[in-house]
């Protein structure tokens, strides 16, 4: 992962430099460098991969809370809907 693929990254899940670096479990300077591609020293700092797999993992977890489960897809017709299925049903065995 380059620096600019961690920028775009961001910029795609509309993450802040903080709200990255809380997503990574990392500090902010942290995320600075990465997106730098150097330390404040000016040594290269190459992108773990490690976090590489985190933006990964991360990208995956925001699209499953933007995706509706699939029965809010097509809910149910109320006119279609027995007023007996709402009802709590008794089970079917008895004691001996």
């Known amino acids: 992962m ?3 693929d961690f920028r775009h990254w961001r910029a795609r899940l509309g993450f802040s430099q903080a709200d990255a ?3 990574l479990g990392v500090h902010i ?3 600075k460098n ?3 591609g ?3 020293s000016g040594k290269h700092a190459p ?3 490690l976090v590489a797999l985190a933006t990964v993992a ?3 977890l925001q699209a499953a809370r933007l995706t509706p489960p699939p029965y809010a897809l097509a809910p149910p017709d109320a006119d279609t809907i027995d007023a007996q299925e709402l009802q709590p049903q ?3 065995w008895k004691r001996a």
């Open 2 to 4: 380059t620096p600019l």
């Open 21 to 23: 670096a809380s997503a």
């Open 29 to 31: 300077s942290t995320v």
């Open 34 to 36: 990465y997106e730098r």
């Open 38 to 40: 150097r330390l404040a």
């Open 47 to 49: 992108i773990p991969r």
């Open 58 to 60: 991360a990208e995956a």
């Open 90 to 92: 008794q089970p079917r």
